[in-house]
């Protein structure tokens, strides 16, 4: 018999069982407490509570380990590409040469979006957020591919997954073209997933347009880094509401809108603006203090995890990205020698030694994206565009889940008790 959690409630004893994955913490099976006990466990912000089943993505935050499909993520930042990632996570396992020509084909020819799309990016304000404009078309694309929107079908799925994964980029290239005033560009079907991206992005109609194969490596690397990182808050967003069977294209648009808040996606967008606000070196302690006064509501972004107690993986890819890239180009950025010391004024600081708070993965993000030239508000579309991939693949593991309820938590009730209705007259 496997091992039993015990729980005693006054005079009523619960024996509960308890779950082992192939790795990682142990898992107590609290499914029948309300059942057998009457009573419910509180745990906002889920710090303590598994939502599901998963054999996608795998972190141990007190070692700082991230593995996909049990690859840890810097092999795959170092020698594998976004397409194949996106086929790890939502295929199982690396593919073939054919399979992953295959997929390539597939994505790379759903990358158009329905012309009456353009509509839409027309009605928005041309200083829109971008992430605004992306809530709004990705959720309209449940309007334009009626084909693949039957979840029961496993065959639409796939299209529906396949559609999102190759129709983001275009969409975020849209929002951005939109936002400076410069016509569409049309997907090229010739370039790879993020050089066309790119070229979508930063291409006019009135010169030609040549990829920087160094610059397509770095943001195709910063895309591998983005692509999945277990059930975070949009993720958990994304399967909530795909847990009523709303259509995929509905549940992406969920999952943008959370990854939008400034303590998840948002915070690139927000750290390099403290990076530049700060500016100088000499104003870094001025910084920290604001950070760790508890009066302030300041927190330095880019630092502290949820689940990471240790320096996040992909803090240090990116670190080393930015290097190899600033290298590259021959180019460099006061900003990075800021980000550079402040880390190292804050990893030697009592107050954050002792929370644990490190670097992430959105501390160096933006000097990168920065020096390939998006602006900060295209940061957290950009997180979008690659956490599709990981979306749609949790969104399928949920779907075929045959366990899986629609998602339904409840409360410790603190509001007034039961009381009559009294006239306004006598209020
Ligand atoms: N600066 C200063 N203090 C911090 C920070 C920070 N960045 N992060 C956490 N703390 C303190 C916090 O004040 C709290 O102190 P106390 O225990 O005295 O009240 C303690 O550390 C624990 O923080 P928490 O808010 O209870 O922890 P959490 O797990 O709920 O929050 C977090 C995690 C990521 C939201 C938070 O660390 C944060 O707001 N960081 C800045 C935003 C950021 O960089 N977000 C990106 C996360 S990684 C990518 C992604 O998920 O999208």
């Known amino acids: 018999?496997?091992?039993?959690?015990?729980?005693?409630?006054?005079?009523?004893?619960?024996?509960?069982?308890?779950?082992?994955g192939s790795i990682g913490p142990q898992v107590i099976d609290i499914r029948k407490m309300y059942a057998q006990t009457g009573a419910f466990t509180f745990d906002p912000g889920f710090t303590s509570t598994a939502s599901c089943l998963s054999a996608i993505t795998y972190i141990d935050g007190d070692e700082g380990v991230l593995l996909h499909r049990g690859y840890p993520i810097q092999q795959l930042a170092e020698h594998s590409s976004f397409p194949e990632v996106a086929y790890l996570l939502t295929e199982g396992e690396l593919p073939?040469?054919?399979?992953?020509?295959?997929?390539?084909?597939?994505?790379?020819?759903?990358?158009?979006?329905?012309?009456?799309?353009?509509?839409?990016?027309?009605?928005?304000?041309?200083?829109?957020?971008?992430m605004a404009i992306m809530c709004g078309v990705v959720g309209a694309l449940s309007a334009f591919y009626h084909d693949s929107t039957d979840i029961d079908d496993p065959k639409q799925r796939m299209i529906a997954s396949h559609r999102l994964i190759a129709k983001m980029p275009t969409i975020a290239a849209m929002a951005y073209k939109y936002s400076v005033g410069q016509p569409f560009v049309y997907p090229d079907n010739s370039l790879s997933y993020t050089g066309n991206f790119l070229r979508m992005t930063f291409a006019v109609p009135a010169e030609p347009y040549i990829v920087n194969p160094v610059v397509?490596?770095?943001?195709?690397?910063?895309?591998?880094?983005?692509?999945?990182?277990?059930?975070?808050?949009?993720?958990?967003?994304?399967?909530?509401?795909?847990?009523?069977?709303?259509?995929?294209?509905?549940?992406i648009a969920a999952g943008i809108a959370c990854l939008w808040g400034p303590a998840h996606g948002g915070a690139n967008e927000a750290a390099l603006n403290m990076l530049?606000?700060?500016?100088?070196?000499?104003?870094?302690?001025?910084?920290?203090?604001?950070?760790?006064?508890?009066?302030?509501?300041?927190?330095?972004?880019?630092?502290?995890?949820?689940?990471?107690?240790?320096?996040?993986?992909?803090?240090?890819?990116?670190?080393?990205?930015?290097?190899?890239?600033?290298?590259?180009?021959?180019?460099?950025?006061?900003?990075?020698?800021?980000?550079?010391?402040?880390?190292?004024?804050?990893l030697n600081d009592p107050y954050f030694i002792e929370k644990k708070l490190f670097p992430n993965v959105d501390f160096y993000s933006g000097i990168i994206l920065s020096a390939i030239g998006f602006p900060t508000s295209m940061f957290t579309a950009l997180f979008a565009l690659a956490r599709t991939v990981g979306w749609v693949a949790q969104w399928n593991e949920m779907i075929g889940d045959p366990e899986q309820k629609i998602g339904r938590p409840r409360q410790l009730y603190t509001g007034a008790p039961q009381r009559d209705y009294v006239p306004i007259s006598k209020r």
Do not use: W
């Not at 591998?224 to 795909?242: C, K, M, Y």
């Open 1 to 20: 018999m496997s091992e039993q959690a015990k729980l005693t409630l006054g005079a009523k004893a619960l024996e509960m069982p308890v779950m082992d």
């Open 96 to 130: 073939t040469k054919e399979e992953l020509d295959t997929f390539v084909y597939t994505i790379t020819r759903h990358t158009m979006v329905h012309e009456q799309l353009m509509q839409f990016f027309r009605g928005f304000r041309r200083d829109a957020h971008p």
């Open 216 to 251: 397509e490596r770095a943001l195709d690397r910063i895309f591998i880094l983005h692509a999945d990182h277990e059930q975070n808050a949009s993720t958990s967003t994304v399967r909530l509401a795909g847990s009523s069977g709303a259509n995929p294209f509905a549940c």
């Open 276 to 346: 530049r606000e700060i500016g100088r070196p000499e104003r870094i302690p001025e910084y920290i203090a604001r950070a760790k006064d508890k009066d302030d509501p300041f927190r330095l972004m880019g630092f502290g995890h949820r689940v990471y107690k240790n320096y996040d993986p992909r803090a240090t890819v990116m670190q080393q990205t930015v290097r190899e890239l600033f290298a590259e180009l021959k180019v460099s950025d006061p900003i990075f020698e800021v980000a550079l010391q402040l880390e190292a004024m804050a």
